[in-house]
């Protein structure tokens, strides 16, 4: 009984000791967190929708994706025609997407977008905002940025001379400066 009283004074102690190389302040989270940067909007025009059926995971449906435009502060250019959407609505009501697509800057380079999100619908039938991961490939050269970032995208429907679309805001998560005390690394 004495031994395990010890043991647990004893790991209690370390946790005491250790509970500031782990923990943040809110100052401190919010000072680390990462900021968003606008980096482009696309107009993303749509197909006709092509369900494929009931799965074991839900409802899958592609949807084709026939061009449009896009523009930001370092790039701007259209959405080339023969991208796809896959989607799939699963049963317990979340709606996911995964897009491959190509854009072209108005200088003519080819970058290939790929995009997935997922949006839910809630309890009372509201559904939530869909949000996105995106992942750019761009040869290297003037857009190679693109290549190393981590980005996150907002999506919401659209329609372009009374067909569908989608309005997509693609952000880059850029670091702040780093908190002054680091957890230790395993």
Known sequence: MREAMRKTAHIFAIALMTA?????SAAQADASAPKLEFVYEEL????????????????RNIVPITGGTFAGPRLKGHILPGGWDWQL?????CFTIHADYMIQTEDGVIINVRNSGTQCTS??????EILTS?????PKGKYDWLNGGVYVGTLEGATVEGKPAVRIRFYHAVGAAPPSTQAPSH
Do not use: H, I, M
Request: glycine fraction near 22%; aromatic fraction near 6%; hydrophobic fraction near 25%.
């Open 20 to 24: 500031p190389l782990y923990g943040q």
């Open 44 to 59: 993303v025009t749509l197909g006709a929708s092509q369900p494929v059926g009931e799965t074991p995971q839900g409802k």
């Open 89 to 93: 609505a699963n049963p317990g009501g």
């Open 123 to 128: 309890s009372d039938g509201k559904r939530g």
């Open 134 to 138: 995106p992942v750019f490939e761009a």
